[in-house]
């Protein structure tokens, strides 16, 4: 089955660089990470025993753009202590042909290939992709069914969860191709495909936009029996109309964040703050920041996250190769350990493998 792969860049007027974070139109949202940058910054790994879980990666073949498992080890192989990872839908190597509803599967069907092939004892120790979330289209509502099934399927006991992406704004130019628009969180008929996914044992999760916060903690109160996560500390702007706002934004922000933590079925992905969309501009710098400097620029949402949420729902994420444009897997992984050096033994083993392994019930042992 030949496959497609639909997360390009945005077309047409499209930007490249700094520049267009300043423009009043189309804003490359993916750019291609810049290893010859990248590599101008080498640090020692800090507490390089430390047991993590990488809960949050893509692996995917776009144009101009390769990232695929030997690129994956690269990164988890510079240092730390990766013991396994969770493959998040990207939207490639999806089927090409059948039903539009089915295609996705394709993806599932790969990586659950890929992950194999690291437990076959290609990829070392660690176990990547050991816990797969995939996607199928909720808005189907019922008819969704035979999707989380196939998905089930393809993804055998590695299987997890869904990611529908309802990350969206009224500048367009923040919004990614596959962008559903507003309102998809309270859509009825994504609601009843929502409905499906505890029958399954599955969880959701998205990537949202920091002024949808509230409408993803409704979802929650809708579902409290359903486990959800919220990917990337919610997506705080800071792009576009957000640029130079930096303290409204945060306000906004913060105090979404605290009212969604009152629902327990919520966890919280506590990373991918290196996204051209946060507009921390680490990526127009001429050299890639170190551990110190990133940890203290994302400090206030770190430690707003964990206060809020607690350790148990926390967990550290890469998001690579996304923030890959921002910064290297050993720098990354290098500040999330200085942040949490007041932490307890016990909040650290959370944040950086235990939650992961709770929410996608991960048995390493096995």
């Not at 859509?187 to 599955?202: I, V, Y």
Request: net charge negative.
């Amino acid at each position: 089955m030949q496959r497609r792969d639909f997360m390009t860049l945005i077309g047409g007027a499209a930007l490249y660089g700094p520049l267009a974070l300043h423009a009043q139109s189309a804003i490359e949202l993916l750019p291609i990470p810049r290893e010859d940058w990248l590599d101008r910054r080498k640090e020692p790994i800090l507490d390089p025993e430390l047991p993590i879980i990488d809960p949050h990666h893509h692996l995917w073949v776009r144009p101009g753009w390769r990232y695929m498992l030997d690129d994956l080890l690269a990164d988890t192989g510079s240092g730390h202590n990766i013991l396994a990872t969770v493959f998040v839908q990207a939207g490639s190597m999806e089927r090409d042909s059948g039903p539009v509803e089915m295609r996705p599967v394709g993806e599932t069907e790969f990586i659950n290939g890929v992950a194999a092939e690291c437990a076959s004892g290609y990829c070392g120790k660690i176990r990547v992709c050991a816990g797969i979330v995939g996607h199928a289209d909720l808005s189907l509502g019922g008819h969704v069914e035979p999707v989380l099934v196939a998905l089930h399927r393809a993804g055998g006991d590695r299987f997890r969860g869904i990611r529908h992406i309802a990350a969206w704004d009224p500048y367009s130019a923040l919004n990614l191709p596959v962008s559903p628009g507003p309102g998809l969180l309270a859509n009825k008929s994504f609601r009843e495909g929502f409905a499906l996914l505890q029958r399954h044992n599955l969880s959701f999760e998205s990537w949202i936009y920091h002024p949808q916060i509230h409408e993803f903690a409704d979802l929650a109160q809708a579902f409290p029996d359903t486990h959800m996560v919220l990917n990337h500390c919610g997506g705080p702007l800071g792009a576009g109309p957000y640029r130079g706002k930096r303290d409204e934004v945060f306000a906004h922000w913060s105090a979404s964040i605290k009212a969604l933590s009152a629902h327990p079925n919520v966890y919280v992905k506590v990373g991918g703050l290196g996204q051209i969309v946060n507009g921390q501009g680490f990526n127009e710098r001429p050299d890639p920041p170190s551990s110190e400097t990133l940890a203290s620029a994302i400090r206030p949402y770190v430690e707003t996250c964990i206060e809020a949420f607690g350790s148990s729902r926390c967990m550290f994420e890469s998001n690579f190769p996304v923030d890959k444009v921002s910064y290297s897997y050993a720098v990354v992984w290098n500040a999330c350990k200085r942040l949490t050096r007041g932490a307890s033994s016990a909040e650290r083993a959370d944040l950086f493998s235990g939650t992961a392994a709770r929410c996608y019930r991960l048995n390493l042992t096995a």
